[in-house]
């Protein structure tokens, strides 16, 4: 199933709960109200939409650092011959939350997320080590925005 | 004999127990909140604590950023956002914080940061992730950055990705 695919009541679902859920006794009542459709209902679409992987994931979005851990946007220049073999070290380090290949010298790119500061730059060094290739660490500085809102 | 608590150390051991069940909200809710009509009552129920005690801790961490939101998190991709670029920008150091919050304020840029540079194999400072449904339409996205951003900026490029090789989303572990 694909956007395309979504209904009108997906489409307000998806849009809603991209904002934020209240907290109250009856949070799904509330939304339901504003959408004008019924709680049982919308519980379910939500349901399907999660089963459908058009969402990923529904429930409280935290800020890593803010609870004391540490991320960090990680980048690699690996030759096209050896991406496959590094792909699959990088990735067997459970630190390494998601990983993309990008189109670009620098054409690996992963987040790492760890417990402390000390914990990432261990594993920066344990990547490197394992592949043999230099990890670029670029930590964020500063945040401007995050806040995804992809209206469909 | 006498028992004798200052207020402070009650106060701190309060402080301790909602740090403690802080921790406990944040693994109990990795996998999502419970589809019911009372999710709260549910998972409360699960940390042994009351409803009313369990709402009061999501509000405090929400107003303190600890909790962004409780939301969806889309999967862009399957939504028919199949062009994502990281747009990444050398911008003058003197103005870049002040531009990063005009380019993180554009509707279609989901996350803005500044990040060090890594000369000279990567010259850029400002990142800011731009969805969209085609290539064409995330090229326009970058340009109205470029725009924005004049001559502050040196040099600009997107990276689009090619292929997810690992999406776990984040998993916080206990110590």
Known sequence: MSATRLDNIDRAIVNRLQQGLPVCDEPYQAVADELGISEKKLLKRIQQLLDDRLLTRFGPLFDAERLGGALSLCAMKIPLDRFDKVSEQVNAFDQVAHNYEREHLLNMWFVLATASAEEKNEVVREIESVTGHRVFDMPKEREYYVGLHLPV | MSVCISRSEVDAEKE??????????????????????????????????????????????????????????????????????????????RCVDALGERVGALDFVSHCYRRPRHPPDWPYNLFAMVHAHDRDEARDKVERIAALLGDACRAHEVLFSKRILKKTGMRLRPD
């Open chain 2, 16 to 93: 301790t127990d909602s740090a403690e069940l802080d921790r406990r909200i944040v693994f109990a809710t990795q996998a999502g909140l419970p589809l019911v009509s009372r999710p709260y009552d549910e998972l409360a129920d699960r940390l042994g604590v009351s409803s009313e005690r369990l709402q009061q801790r999501l509000r405090a961490m929400l107003a303190d950023g600890r909790m962004r939101r409780i939301a969806a998190v889309p999967n862009h991709y399957r939504l028919g956002y199949v062009a994502n670029g990281m747009s990444v920008w050398d911008v003058d150091d």
